[in-house]
């Protein structure tokens, strides 16, 4: 499994970016997949999660904010994150688990994209 992120950019405090990651080869329709962030000097957590059912997990200061979504169709899953602070500056990656359930720890994940970078201006 080859996951692309893409959709990073810059973008003023308050306003949205959707990022979207695909895979390449196997079909991740049945995986767990989360989107985890690693903002500059921090470690890496996770931001938002769901489940190859459709269940979501989302870290508390971007509920109501981010959305995770998945199209099996299209074999990708988006994060569509509105209102953006700038503390949010970022690498967002997203990752893929083989079965399971989605899970926080980073550990879980098996596979894992190369990062978009998310950047709020204050």
């Known amino acids: 499994v080859q996951l692309q992120a893409s959709g990073g950019g810059l973008v003023q405090a308050g306003g949205s970016l959707r990022l979207s990651c695909a895979s390449s080869?196997?079909?991740?329709?049945?995986?767990?997949m989360g989107w985890f962030r690693q903002a500059p000097g921090k470690e890496r957590e996770l931001v938002a999660a769901?489940?190859?059912?459709?269940?979501?997990y989302y870290l508390d200061s971007v509920k109501g904010r981010f959305t995770i979504s998945r199209d099996n169709a299209k074999n990708a899953v988006y994060l569509q994150m509105n209102s953006l602070k700038s503390d949010e500056t970022g690498i967002y990656y997203c990752a893929a688990r083989r079965g399971g359930l989605a899970a926080v720890v980073e550990t879980y994940y098996h596979y894992w994209g190369q990062g978009a970078q998310v950047t709020v201006s204050s």
């Open positions: 769901i489940s190859s059912g459709g269940s979501t």
């Open positions: 080869g196997r079909t991740i329709n049945s995986y767990p």
